[in-house]
């Protein structure tokens, strides 16, 4: 695989956290956001939700986070004070831990907008969900996994999915 293709498929997979997590907040709109790196097969994400969900409420996220993608959306980003984070991440304690934390060790922070939902973050996304093919790309399960891994902090619901350029790799990924 060459580099360019495993930097789009990164960006891919980075974009459809954001968008899993866009779908999620419309759905569950008292969820509290974590964060959803991009790993070998695709991404997961963390939430705290106020209910607990289970592997049957995966098919409704996931066909409203394919709603999502193929909405045409831009994936745009600026840079902002701790302040303008926290006011724009209102409601989300682990996202003001976060911010806390990079603002303290003098990190940049950004916050991406897709569409209305807005997530700190630090980039590398696609710039347009056309650049996605929304069925190559599949919420695969559910598990238990600490705030930051640590087992003093919540327990949250990590939604894991898989993430490719196109169906076929998908299918033959699964």
């Keep these: 695989m060459t580099q360019e293709k495993i930097d789009h498929l990164y960006k891919i997979r980075h974009t459809a956290s954001h968008a899993l997590?866009?779908?999620?907040?419309?759905?569950?709109?008292?969820?509290?956001?974590?964060?959803?790196?991009?790993?070998?097969?695709?991404f997961y994400y963390d939430f705290s939700f106020p209910k607990e969900i289970s592997d049957k409420d995966l098919p409704k996220i996931e066909k409203e986070m394919k709603k999502v993608l193929r909405r045409n959306l831009q994936m745009t980003g600026k840079e902002v004070t701790a302040e303008e984070a926290k006011a724009e991440q209102a409601n989300q304690p682990f996202k003001h831990e976060l911010i806390d934390e990079y603002a303290g060790e003098g990190k940049k922070l950004t916050l991406y907008a897709l569409g209305d939902f807005v997530d700190l973050c630090k980039g590398g996304h696609v710039d347009n969900t056309q650049e996605m093919n929304p069925e190559a790309i599949h919420l695969t399960g559910l598990a238990g996994a600490y705030w930051r891994g640590d087992e003093k902090n919540p327990m949250l619901t990590r939604i894991y999915a898989a993430a490719f350029e196109t169906p076929e790799e998908l299918e033959k990924y699964l």
């Design 21 to 42: 997590a866009s779908a999620v907040k419309k759905l569950y709109p008292d969820v509290k956001l974590g964060f959803g790196p991009v790993i070998d097969t695709g």
